[in-house]
């Protein structure tokens, strides 16, 4: 958690940038080792996010839940409207993510923390342009279902 609310209250007291000026805000993307055997992470939840398309600091809120037993949610960026999250996938601590857009899909590939509340990665933009982006877990009390027992009785 305070790895990213550095990055945020770091970005958010800087100056905001001319036009012809881009942030320079650099992630380093540790998410830390596969935790061996066990309960994969659990993404559901709200996730606060920062991404930097064209230099340009973008916050926001990742709402992800479930559909059935697969993943599915939000990303709702402070300046722009709420995308469709369509595709998420946990593999490991590989997450890749398909968001929905106009221009057409835009993709996360990341890692996820061993403790399932941190990820980083690169956004891929439809036309091929990359970005860095993290995201921090918010703190819940709610206990959604174990993977194992999603979807069980449906079908």
């Given amino acids: 958690m305070n790895r990213i609310i ?12 001319a036009p ?35 230099g340009t600091p973008s916050f926001g809120l990742m709402s992800i839940g479930f559909v059935g037993a697969d ?10 409207a709420p995308v469709v999250l369509r595709k998420i996938t946990l593999t490991g601590n590989s997450v890749h993510m398909v968001v929905a857009s106009r221009e057409g899909d835009v993709l ?12 980083c990665g690169t956004v ?20 959604s279902q174990p993977q194992a027992q999603r979807g069980a009785g449906t079908g």
């Fill in 6 to 17: 550095f990055v945020v209250a770091l970005a958010s007291a800087a100056v905001p940038a």
């Fill in 20 to 54: 012809t000026e881009a942030a320079n805000i650099n992630f380093e993307c540790d998410a830390g080792a596969v935790p061996a055997g066990g309960e994969a992470p659990n993404l559901h939840g709200h996730w606060d996010f920062l991404m930097v398309p064209r």
């Fill in 108 to 119: 996360f590939d990341g890692k996820l923390s061993a403790k399932g509340d941190f990820m």
């Fill in 124 to 143: 891929t933009y439809h036309g091929g342009e990359t970005f860095p982006m993290v995201a921090q877990k918010r703190p819940s009390t709610y206990q």
């Fill in 71 to 80: 993943y599915g949610g939000s990303l709702a960026p402070v300046r722009t």
